[in-house]
């Protein structure tokens, strides 16, 4: 049964249902252009309908959790199989190059179920709630978010385990404690917790500068300065390959240094496009200002796009945009809904939704056997 296709379209019809009757309420008690640039997403009313909602994210989850391969799912099952219930195996080189936070990890996995199959359910139900929650506190679009969810991320959580699973914490801590104005307290428990996931994927520690360089306004002097640094290492290969050794310093991930393993054009437009389309709109009018938390996804979302312009060069950069994706499905909408009036939305809505379905099925394709032969746990081969 071809469940990746399936899956897919029902949510999107589950999508259109789950927001079928939104509202947009702003803080501001005047509706003007201005008053509502400056409306604090976090002040919207519940827009979506929770019923469908539930249902959208228990399919997608189902088919995460309930797979029985999958790119790299098989290597996971191994490792699973490989640790057993014996914590010292995390720690002992029994899977090399691994880190032993993730083994321990699934060391106490084990102690409660064998199976791998657990594992998958385990991660995938953690990291599906967290960009959920995530996405559905600051949203003002559901239908739309939804889609770019599915879109943008759905496939993603079953590919890199390790990476998605902490992706989705710090992207939901990050909002919840870094967005707005944050206390010492809060401070401290995200860099802790990014220092902790990383023994579970090492990439997680760069999320402590580039969290904290968001922070302030939009297009800020590190946001621009990450950007022209962007441009000085596509410029200069031989720089470019030392930052890459050394942000992979230790991970399996060094060996894959091959200017022919890039990301493909696809991805470069999804990444791109909202971030062209809100500089278009951010500098019509310069003096803008937007809320601290909108800024801080901006700048998030323009970092998710240098990673990718770092891809055209080497493939693994594209895994890094795993921990800014989930707010480009919270910034389109709010772009949207500020460039165009309320008769032009909905339609250009519409169009970018197309966008995104073609782009996912056709990246779909790519897969090839990986997508024919999908199977869930429970079907015979």
Same mark, same amino acid.
């Given at each position: 049964m ?8 029902a ?8 927001g ?9 008690s ?158 401290? $428990? *995200?860099?802790a917790?990014? %220092?902790? !996931?990383?023994? =579970?994927?090492? +990439? ?7 969290? #904290? ?6 297009m ?41 393993a ?11 496009a ?29 970092? $998710? *796009?240098?990673?990718?312009? %770092?891809? !055209?060069?080497? =493939?693994?950069? +594209? ?7 989930? #707010? ?27 966008l995104?379905?073609a ?21 015979q081969?």
């Open positions: 071809n469940w990746l296709y399936g899956a897919f379209f949510s999107i019809v589950l999508a259109l249902l789950a079928s009757k939104i509202r947009f309420v702003l803080s501001s005047k509706n003007t252009r201005t008053n509502q640039d400056e409306s604090a997403l976090k002040s919207k009313k519940k827009n979506y309908n929770s019923f469908f909602t539930l249902l959208f994210f228990g399919l997608l989850l189902f088919v995460v959790a309930c797979r029985e391969g999958f790119i790299d799912t098989p290597d996971y099952r191994f490792m699973y199989e490989q640790i057993g219930p014996h914590i010292h195996r995390a720690f002992n080189n029994t899977v090399p190059r691994v880190e032993q936070g993730y083994l321990f990890i699934t060391a106490l996995l084990n102690m409660v179920s064998t199976d791998s199959q657990f594992l998958l359910l385990v991660f995938g139900a953690a990291t599906t709630v967290c960009f959920a929650v995530v996405l559905l506190k600051y949203t003002e679009n559901a239908t739309f978010s939804l889609i770019l969810y599915v879109c943008n991320m759905w496939v993603a959580c079953m590919n890199g385990l390790r990476q998605i699973f902490v992706a989705s914490l710090i992207s939901l801590f990050g909002a919840l404690w870094i967005s707005e104005k944050s206390n010492v307290r809060k401070t401290v $428990g *995200f860099i917790l990014c %220092l902790l !996931l990383s023994t =579970v994927h090492t +990439s997680a520690i760069l999320c402590i500068p580039f969290y #904290f360089m968001a922070k302030g306004k939009f800020n002097k590190w946001v621009i300065g990450s950007t022209v640094c962007t441009v000085v290492l596509l410029m200069f290969p031989a720089l470019y390959e030392t930052v890459f050794r050394f942000l992979t310093s230790g991970l399996s991930y060094a060996e894959m240094l091959d200017s022919e890039t990301m493909g054009a696809s991805r470069l437009l999804i990444s791109g909202p971030v062209v389309l809100f500089l278009i709109y951010h500098y019509s009018k310069p003096d803008r200002e937007y809320d601290e938390s909108v800024s801080w996804m901006l700048n998030l979302m323009v970092f $998710g *796009f240098l990673f990718s312009l %770092l891809s !055209l060069k080497m =493939v693994y950069f +594209s895994r890094m945009r795993m921990y800014f994706s989930i #707010f480009i499905t919270i910034t389109l909408p709010y772009v949207v809904n500020r460039m165009f009036d309320k008769k032009n939305r909905n339609l250009v809505i519409f169009f970018i939704s197309l995104y379905i782009v996912f099925i056709y990246q779909l394709g790519a897969y090839g056997e990986e997508v024919t032969d999908f199977r869930l746990f429970f079907e081969f």
